[in-house]
């Protein structure tokens, strides 16, 4: 599925319409580049399932927790995991079987070669489109 997001309140909106559907346990797998809008669209969905703290890209400590909403959410970084072990070491596996949350991965593309995303993860690609604030999401599986 296609969307196609020009400016902020577009992507919130889409980002709840996802919110609304996940159960728990689900993890969505971000790809596109840097300022693409994955951060931006995790806040929203964070925020949509109750959260109401901060959320920033977790870099530089690879997972935050956003506790509190209907859902936990689990928001990693993978941009510097470059192994298995590396995941291993985050707990990752283990943030994927909880159904009380679920996982959001910024930078999914980054561990492909790893093969260790849940094969019944959604995927979240996201290109700019013609406008600055032009967003297309391609969302595997449809909602
Ligand atoms: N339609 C849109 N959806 C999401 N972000 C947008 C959109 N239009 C402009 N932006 C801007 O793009 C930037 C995305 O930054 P960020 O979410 O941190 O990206 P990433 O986490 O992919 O590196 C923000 O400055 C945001 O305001
Ligand atoms: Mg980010």
Known sequence: MKVICNGLEDTAKL???????LHGGECIAFSGGMGMGKTTFTRSLAKSLG??????????????????????????????ISSF????STA??????????????EWSENIE???ALPDDR????????????????TITPDL
């Open 85 to 88: 072990d590396d995941l291993y």
């Open 51 to 80: 959260y109401e703290g901060d959320v920033q890209s977790p870099t530089f400590a690879i997972v935050n927790e956003y506790i509190g909403g209907r859902l936990n959410v689990y928001h990693f970084d993978m941009y510097r």
């Open 15 to 21: 980002a709840e319409r996802i919110a609304n559907s």
């Open 92 to 105: 990752f596996f283990e943030y994927c079987d909880d159904k009380n949350g679920v996982v959001v991965c």
């Open 122 to 137: 959604i995927d979240v690609k996201i290109e700019r489109g013609e406008d600055e604030n032009c967003r297309i999401f």
């Open 113 to 115: 070669g790893i093969d």
